[in-house]
């Protein structure tokens, strides 16, 4: 079915994939960086345990936007599943908005547009059933 919030829906869940695997493999690298000053420097290994606590946090956050991405690709062809996107567009704006929050930064603003391209793919798509 050719809904209105279709194309938008479907852009936004793309850029979720992209931007995800490039977070993934950023957190990735993150993570075993994080691990080797860990261990190759004694002086550094409470902050290196903070790192790797916060780039697991990251690696789990890029995993989810990521598994966002491939069921909203999945999900933007039928209008009977405008909820999903409109409850996970609102629960990623919450996150985003604490995110930006704690640390300002251009990207966070960047990354609270996608969740509010969400809602309103999804309620296009509502409307339009």
Known sequence: M?????????????LFIVFGAIATIV???GLIGSAWLTTATA????????LIVGTVIALIGSV????IGILGVKKCED??????FIVTGIVLC???LISIIMAFSVTGLIAF?????????????????
């Not at 050719?2 to 793309?14: A, F, Q």
């Not at 002086?43 to 903070?50: D, E, N, S």
């Not at 547009?113 to 059933?129: D, Q, S, T």
């Open 113 to 129: 547009v996608l969740p509010i391209l969400y809602i309103v793919g999804g309620y296009m798509n509502k409307n339009a059933a």
């Open 43 to 50: 002086g550094f290994a409470g902050l290196g345990g903070l």
């Open 2 to 14: 050719n809904t209105t919030g279709k194309g938008i829906l479907k852009v936004v869940s793309i």
């Open 94 to 96: 919450a996150l985003n």
């Open 64 to 67: 989810l936007e990521l598994i």
């Open 27 to 29: 957190s990735i690298v």
């Open 79 to 84: 209008p009977s599943q405008n909820n999903f």
